[in-house]
């Protein structure tokens, strides 16, 4: 009779083995992904402000070229599109009215998909500014 019963429980810890790690999992997987999704978030962060360092270098030696300098920014950040990007070619410096500055703003929607959790928007944006001319 012992025998029965010893098999018995067998079988039903196994089975809540199995719920328990099917719990853990999930939450295990929504954490893994939320990690490599941060990843993912940091690097395009990272790409827009280069490509806004780039565009601003372009817009320097060319200051009236804005479909160049939008060109040049989403060739450093293929993502982007040329609605994403604004650039002004002369903005005074309010330190010297001498002075004029190039700068490029870039701002990029991104949506967080992380399994099991609600969608997330994020404006991933970043500005460059640069001595044009004395």
Do not use: C
Not at 33 to 47: A, P, R, S, T, W
Not at 56 to 62: D, I, K, L
Not at 90 to 112: G, R
């Amino acid at each position: 009779m012992s025998l029965i019963r010893t098999s018995f429980r067998i079988r039903a810890m196994s089975g809540q083995a199995a719920a328990e790690f099917a719990l853990v999992a999930a939450v295990f997987a929504t954490i893994l992904f939320g990690i490599i999704e941060m990843g993912i978030l940091v690097y395009d962060y990272n790409m827009v402000g280069s490509a806004a360092r780039e565009a601003v270098r372009y817009a320097v030696a060319h200051p009236s070229d804005t479909t160049g300098i939008k060109n040049t920014a989403i060739n450093s950040a293929p993502f982007l599109s040329t609605s994403d990007i604004t650039v002004n070619t002369s903005v005074t410096d309010p330190n010297d009215s001498s002075k004029q500055d190039a700068q490029v703003s870039i701002s990029h929607p991104y949506t967080l998909s992380i399994p099991l959790l609600p969608s997330i928007s994020v404006s991933l944006s970043s500005t460059s500014q640069m001595l044009r001319s004395q």
